[in-house]
């Protein structure tokens, strides 16, 4: 039995009219996907101005921003306590770091909205920012890394250039997620692989969002290669240009200098 079309309808205006649905639907697709994309960026950026506001709150008291990262014994077990989460060394989480005493919900300020892959330690349950550790938050050592004796936080007064360095952004590399914001020019490290591990993630359309010293969030869209750049760093450790540095240089990082 065959079918009747809608009364009214021809063959050719029916075949039209879900001709121009279907463009439609092609049209409207992108812009939603779009929409949504921006929504997760500006989630994105109120957690940031969050961690921000919570690292400010923290200087207050301390009259320096937090460590980076150290290393303690508690009860004869050895603990790395990061910026963000402290963890067994055999990555068993323990607790929110020394941030979230100045700061709610870390279970999901912590994740970037748009980051969906593992976590860059394995103990830490959420994950996607990482922080400034060359200049802003420091790094204790630990045998055979080679980084310098310990790197406490800058003091808040020391920031020169606050409104220009990156204190928190969206971390990433080849294999995930960072939590430790390198400098291009490797002044502390001295390895630049480890540099170049410690990239931000222009994951938000081709941008990257930023936390400065001051407090503001803005957007980044260009991603940099770094002083040293070489095409197996840029290659096999960063993944260049989904991931890159804010500068060339050290003037996005340096809380002191251009």
Not at 241 to 251: A, C
Request: charged share 15%; proline share 6%.
């Amino acid at each position: 039995m065959k079918r009747k079309l809608p009364r009214g309808f021809t063959l050719v205006e029916l075949i039209v009219v879900i001709g121009l649905v279907t463009l439609l639907l092609g049209i409207l697709m992108p812009t939603l996907g779009s929409i949504k994309a921006a929504g997760r960026s500006t989630q994105c950026v109120s957690n940031l101005r969050q961690m921000s506001l919570a690292s400010q709150s923290y200087a207050a008291v301390y009259d320096v921003f937090p460590v980076a990262l150290r290393f303690e014994s508690r009860d004869g077990l050895l603990v790395q306590v990061a910026w963000d989460w402290v963890t067994t060394m055999g990555g068993e989480l323990i607790e929110p770091g020394p941030l979230w005493s100045f700061g709610n919900n870390p279970d999901s300020v912590q994740q970037c909205p748009e980051y969906h892959g593992s976590a860059n330690y394995s103990g830490d349950p959420f994950t996607g920012y990482n922080y400034n550790t060359t200049y802003i938050g420091g790094e204790a050592p630990f045998p055979n890394i080679g980084f310098k004796p310990v790197r406490w936080g800058v003091k808040p007064h020391a920031c020169q250039r606050s409104s220009q360095t990156a204190m928190f952004g969206d971390g990433g590399y080849s294999s995930g997620a960072n939590k430790f914001m390198r400098a291009p020019l490797n002044s502390e490290e001295y390895d630049l692989a480890t540099i170049y591990a410690g990239t931000q993630a222009f994951r938000h359309t081709g941008s990257t969002n930023v936390a400065y010293v001051d407090g503001h969030v803005n957007s980044v869209g260009h991603a940099r290669k770094g002083r040293f750049a070489t095409e197996q760093l840029l290659k096999e450790i960063m993944d260049y240009p989904n991931n890159g540095f804010l500068s060339d240089y050290d003037s996005a990082y340096n809380p002191s200098h251009e």
